[in-house]
């Protein structure tokens, strides 16, 4: 045995042995490591659900670090790949440590200097940078970027989907004429859906891809919307709005009490709001990975729990809530079995590396549902009528 092999063997033995000292508090299932063609190991009893491979030293360096950053860097680079099951691998996730708290006070202290407006623009930008047609590749054709409402695990996603955009509409009382502001427009599902039914939709969003999609959108389907290019947090009018909706958006609005202020201000008396998200029960909670290669800045997942305190001293009434976090689970699972079904197509046209970021950020989400590491919620709000007596000192 030449010397490189034997200090490469030698490294690999105390690999495996942390391996063995953390697996029996955190997994249960079986996998293989392979390293260099060489050597392999087992953990578990019974069939391997997922065989991760060390291609090269990078990957070796990366894998022995047990950070989750270095990890998931190394599989886009291909230092690592994975065979079976990814859904499985995330599991394992826990092993590997997330400790990187000069990138968390970076995270915060720079939109202070540069201002959130500016922060959000920037961040929106990059998470959308890619052509529509990526993000349409794993999409059902609602175009729906948030939770679907499954009532059984085998139905299609389009019809969970098409049951929350429904379920929207009756929460806020919705007909047609209606006015409603649309919180991050996207690919302007709910512009389409209550545009058809004859209400008056207007769109807000800070991505340039999302505004020429949606206005091209509006100009062919002929439907009484508009769009406009503006941050929440800037937007104001003359007119009140009867509802607004928010699909998806609240982990990019963190500054709960900014957000509560403005949404009194742009509704009508009685108007609803409605918003999902994905959430975590820590505030300012987002894995390193996320923020610096799918949701940069000082975005975080919702906190339901810090908004409802802001809910309660503001003007507006709680009228329900649920948790969609099962729901959230089949969301993710589709959407990442679209984006492996369209793999030869992203990969062609975007690169290997950009479909292994979204294979681990579909299949950690999933992964993170399944097991209640995150939560997602629907949020029902009406404003409160300052001609009721008993609310005024609410407002």
């Known amino acids: 045995m030449n010397d490189k092999k034997f200090k490469y063997s030698r490294k690999i033995d105390w690999v495996i042995n942390i391996l063995k000292s953390q697996i029996p508090n955190h997994l ?4 293989k490591i392979s390293f260099f063609k060489d050597k392999s190991y087992i953990f578990g009893s019974g069939r391997p659900l997922f065989n991760i491979k060390i291609n090269n030293e990078n990957g070796f360096a990366a894998f022995g670090s047990f950070d989750q950053v270095k990890f998931c860097e190394a599989f886009m680079d291909e230092d690592i790949d994975i065979e079976g099951e990814i859904f499985q691998v995330m599991s394992i996730r826990r092993i590997f440590g997330d400790v990187h708290p000069l990138h968390i006070f970076l995270r915060n202290i720079i939109p202070l200097f540069t201002g959130q407006v500016k922060t959000d623009r920037k961040a929106i930008s990059e998470h959308y940078e890619y052509d529509d047609d990526f993000y349409l590749s794993f999409l059902d054709k609602t175009r729906c970027y948030s939770q679907a409402i499954y009532e059984c695990d085998d139905e299609t996603l389009e019809d969970a989907q098409r049951r929350k955009l429904e379920f929207v509409m009756k929460a806020c009382s919705l007909k047609k004429g209606s006015r409603v502001l649309d919180v991050g427009g996207g690919w302007g599902v709910f512009s389409e859906y209550a545009g058809l039914r004859g209400i008056q939709v207007t769109s807000l969003t800070i991505s ?17 919307c508009k769009v406009k290019f503006s941050n ?39 108007g609803f709001v409605y918003l999902d998200a994905s959430s975590d029960r820590k505030l300012n909670s987002k894995p390193t990975f996320l923020a610096r290669y799918v949701f940069p800045g000082n975005h975080s997942y919702f906190c339901l729990q810090e908004f409802l305190k802001q809910v309660a001293k503001s003007g507006f009434e709680l009228k329900n809530v649920f948790n969609d976090r099962y729901s959230y689970y089949l969301t993710c699972t589709q959407w990442a079995k679209n984006l492996e079904n369209a793999r030869q197509k992203i990969v062609n046209r975007w690169g290997e590396r950009l479909f292994r970021l979204f294979q681990i950020y579909l299949w950690g989400s999933a992964e993170s549902f399944y097991h209640g590491t995150l939560d997602a919620y629907r949020v029902i709000l009406q404003r409160l009528d300052v001609s009721n007596k008993m609310y005024k000192n609410k407002v």
């Open 232 to 270: 929440f947090y800037e937007y104001s009018t003359d007119e009140k709005y009867d509802a607004i909706v928010i699909l998806g958006v609240m982990e990019h609005l963190a500054n709960y009490p900014a957000v509560i202020r403005q949404l009194y201000k742009l509704l009508k008396p009685n």
């Open 28 to 31: 249960e299932i079986p996998f």
């Open 208 to 224: 340039e891809h999302s505004e020429k999609y949606i206005r091209n959108l509006i100009n062919r389907l002929k439907i009484p």
